[in-house]
């Protein structure tokens, strides 16, 4: 079975600093991966995908990620972190031709002003 | 924007009893899923819909969870008899597929006392 693993149960940065969050993924095909973030109380919300193509995709909010197949990872990066960039960012990867979204325990970020 | 409405927004209730989860995914959106999500075990999927026809529910409790599409615009997430390992917070998401993304709803967190 499939897995994504996100080493980092917690990580804090100041404000203004750069921001990597890392995730590694467990699949034999080439997967289809995500970002999501999710602030207190609501719910998750897409920042970027890869399916194919370029392995550096842009998102929303500033956000980038780089798939690299050799590492199998998928690492979400922000050159500068704001302060409403604090929130829970969760790694997902998709089953082969499957819609089922398989997540990772997620990263709490945390921004210090 | 549109958006996945849940209700309700929080629920307590006694160990035994029904609880019905209610979705209202976005207008048009012909996929829907049901995640639960625990501080132990993360995000999981419990079931998801494509054209209101259950596609996987391998993730549900049969014994006691049971999730229908009555029509295109509402979904619902049932649990009789509950049990306090139930409680958790409960998203329903909603999309036209993969390569578009899914948009979550808020959750609806359930407290099995």
């Known amino acids: 079975a499939q897995s994504v693993t996100q080493p980092d149960i917690h990580i804090t940065v100041s404000e203004g600093a750069s921001l990597e969050l890392r995730c590694n993924y467990s699949?034999?095909?080439?997967?289809?991966l995500f970002w999501y973030v999710q602030s207190p109380g609501q719910g998750l919300q897409l920042l970027l995908k890869?399916?194919?193509?370029?392995?550096l995709v842009q998102g929303i909010k500033g956000f980038e990620a780089e798939f690299k197949r050799s590492q199998s990872s998928f690492n979400l990066r922000k050159p500068s972190v704001h302060w409403s960039d604090a929130a829970e960012y969760f790694c997902?990867?998709?089953?082969?031709?499957?819609?089922?979204?398989?997540f990772g325990k997620g990263t709490k970020l945390t921004v210090n002003p | 924007d549109a958006r996945v409405t849940q209700t309700p927004r929080d629920k307590v209730t006694e160990m035994g009893q029904e609880v019905t989860m209610r979705c209202q995914p976005i207008?048009?959106?012909?996929?829907v899923f049901w995640y639960r999500q625990t501080m132990m075990q993360g995000l999981e999927l419990l079931a998801y819909?494509?054209?209101?026809?259950?596609?996987?529910d391998s993730g549900m409790p049969k014994d006691r969870f049971s999730a229908e599409m009555p029509d295109a615009t509402l979904a619902t997430l049932k649990i009789q008899p509950s049990e306090p390992r139930d409680s958790a917070v409960y998203f329903c998401?909603?999309?036209?597929?993969?390569?578009?993304?899914?948009?979550f709803g808020s959750g609806t967190r359930l407290t099995v006392v």
């Open positions: 207008l048009g959106h012909n996929t």
């Open positions: 998401a909603s999309g036209w597929g993969l390569f578009y993304g899914y948009t």
């Open positions: 699949y034999g095909a080439t997967p289809y």
């Open positions: 890869y399916f194919s193509g370029d392995t």
């Open positions: 819909f494509r054209n209101r026809a259950p596609l996987d």
């Open positions: 997902a990867v998709a089953q082969g031709g499957s819609e089922k979204l398989v």
